[in-house]
């Protein structure tokens, strides 16, 4: 199944033909002034909900067109974003790294940086010099609480997935200030549910400027697989339902400016596109220096 939240808040699931049928009355929708935890609900509850919506996809008497509807962050309260910053070896070598992620470990980007598939990438007033990266990742997304996870079990703990754009202004300041500007996590077009993709160890991933192919590459190059991400992960936290694993990128980031459109694509989860437009926030004395 394709889960997504579009236009207020509201909870859809993507039917054949790319149409939406609106699920918020069985969900529930996120509510105005509230944290928008109506996905998270879902995914933990999905058992439950499962039967119902595929009856409802059945049965719909209405529905919307997926171009009718503007996309946003599909879980974004996420208790936490999950990224393994040193996982292809290509991207290391580029970025003259000599560790990789089974030795780094992950940081965390803020849920407040998550965007969806409707929204652009806003890049801050910040010194002009500075360079804003594109790195082209996939999303896992947690289902089930859980600490401690040995990596046989990884497949009881994962949701779904989804493309993500891991944004980044490059230079010497904390990783995670460069990393979570609002906006610097487009994440979508939607969470497709792990049955509908199977395997995800062998998923060609591709970012896109304009119509410039920068990143092309396979999962199967990840130095931390999927299972070691999640084992890795829960060994230091908790996961929560919705939370997000950010998988690492490979070879070819590059550059972003106002006007760009960014796709991405992954194999059996989606693919989207993001504008790129120029923001007012962000001036202050953290960023007003060349790098
Ligand atoms: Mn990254």
Redesign the pocket.
Known sequence: MKLIRFDEGRIGIVAEGDRVIDVSDVVGPDLPGSPPVAMNRLIDMYAQYEPILKKRALSASTSLSLDAVRLLAPVPAASKVI?Y?VNYDDHAREMGQSVRAPAQGFFLKPPSSLSGAGEPIVLPAIDASRRVDH?C?LAIVIGKRGRDIPREKWQEHVFGYSCLI?VVVRGKEERVARKAFDTFCPMGPWIVTADEVGDPSRLRGRLWVNDELRQDANNRDLVLDIPGMVEMASQVMTLEPGDII?G??PAGVGPIKPGDRVRIEFERVGSMVIGVVQGDSGRGPLFRQPA
């Open positions: 990224a910053p790195e990742e891991d950010a690492g990128t």
